[in-house]
C-alpha cells in the first residue's frame, strides 16, 4: 500500500483539478488522440489495450487507485498509440501535464513511488512473457487472475472481486475466448473461481497460488 502521506500529497494536487465521474465501458483517452492532461485515478480501474492487425483487442497494462496515466506521453512527449477504457464505475482527476511533470520534478518522494510501481509492472509483463512462451493455457489463465489480484493490495487474501470478464482474460494472456472458457471451467470445478454479473471471484488467493505452483 502506498504511503498515507505520499498519497495525502498526491490527492492535494488533484484536489485543485475537478472531479469526473465515468462509468463501466468508457473510454477516456482514444489511441492517436492527444490526452486532456493527465489522469489521477480516485477510484476505479482503467484498462489499456491497442488493436491488432485482426481487428482485436490486445491489453497491455490495468491500472488501479492511485496511478497516474499516460505517463509515457507525459514524461517521453511521444504520441500516445493506446485506449485507456474504465473497466468499472470510476472518478477521475485530470490535470495539465506541464502541472504534473512540475509537481513530479518538486516531489522526489513521488518520483520514486511512480518509478517503484514502474518496475513492479515490468517484472509483472516479462513474467507474463514466460507464461505466455512456455506454460500451459490453464497455467496462463491462472497467472494472469493472480497478477490482477495482486494489484488490488487487499489485505485480504479470500472472496476477492476482479472487474474482469472470462472472455476479457484471453486479451490478457493471448488466449480465444473458447479456450479461455474451457480453463475456467476447470477453476470453478475446482472451486478456485465463482463467475457473476460482477465480474470474477477468486475464492482464495493462496489456493490460486498453490494451484499455479502444481503447472509451474
Known sequence: MMDKKLLNKIESFYSAYPA?????????????????????IESGTLRQYTIDYRGEEVVVNNFYTPAFVPMSWAVNDIENEYYFETTEDSVLRCAPKEDVLQFIEDNPDVTLNLLSRLYTGMDGVLMRMVHLMSRSAYARVVYELLIHARRLKNSDTNNILLHVKEYELGTYCG??????????????????????????????????????????
Not at 469526473?20 to 489521477?40: H, L
Not at 476447470?186 to 502444481?214: F, H, P, Q, R, Y
Open 175 to 216: 488466449l480465444s475466448k473458447e479456450t479461455v472458457s474451457r480453463e475456467f471451467k476447470k477453476l470453478k470445478a475446482k472451486n478456485l473461481v465463482s463467475i457473476n454479473t460482477g465480474g470474477i471471484t477468486i475464492m482464495s488467493l493462496d489456493l490460486l497460488e498453490l494451484e499455479l505452483s502444481k503447472h509451474n
Open 20 to 40: 469526473r465521474s465515468w462509468n463501466a465501458g468508457q473510454i477516456i483517452i482514444q489511441a492517436f488522440d492527444i490526452p486532456a492532461g493527465v489522469y489521477y
